[in-house]
């Protein structure tokens, strides 16, 4: 009698996969069968040719703001402080209403006074505020 029932422990010690199985291919037929109806859109840009970006520029004032290395800000030719950029932009735009703000950053320049910078053009009233980066090694 003891041999019956070791050898009907052996038995059920096996993991029976056919449920598994069974449920891994609903899975498969289900996802087989609603990604048939996943449509993916795309975007169709339309990019400016050369010669309609250059009309743009030379119709559009643009207000150049540099920051340099140390955090300096200058605007034309003379440093401001960082609470004084949004009053330049302002007095820019009353000159040029469509003007549009360039801030050259130096590769090294802290990160934190360029965000200040596009903060007060934003509160100016400029949103279209261009990046580009100047000078460092």
């Known amino acids: 009698m003891r041999r019956r029932q070791s050898d009907a422990e052996v038995a059920t010690h ?4 056919a449920p598994m199985l069974d449920f891994c291919i609903n899975l498969l037929i289900f996802f087989i069968i609603t990604a048939v109806f996943i449509q993916q859109y795309g975007v169709v840009v339309n990019r400016p040719s050369s010669t ?6 030379t119709k559009q004032k643009v207000v150049q703001v540099q920051i340099g290395a ?6 034309g030719a003379r440093v401001v402080d960082v609470q004084a950029v ?3 932009i302002e007095h820019s735009l009353a000159a040029t209403p469509n003007a549009s703000v360039l801030i050259v950053a130096d590769k090294h320049a802290p990160t934190g ?19 580009a980066t100047a000078g460092g090694t």
């Open 86 to 88: 949004r009053a330049d």
């Open 14 to 17: 096996g993991i029976d996969l």
């Open 113 to 131: 006074v360029l965000v200040q910078v596009v903060d007060q053009a934003h509160m100016a009233g400029v949103y279209n505020v261009t990046f």
């Open 70 to 75: 140390d955090g300096k800000i200058s605007i």
């Open 52 to 57: 309609q970006q250059q009309q743009k520029q």
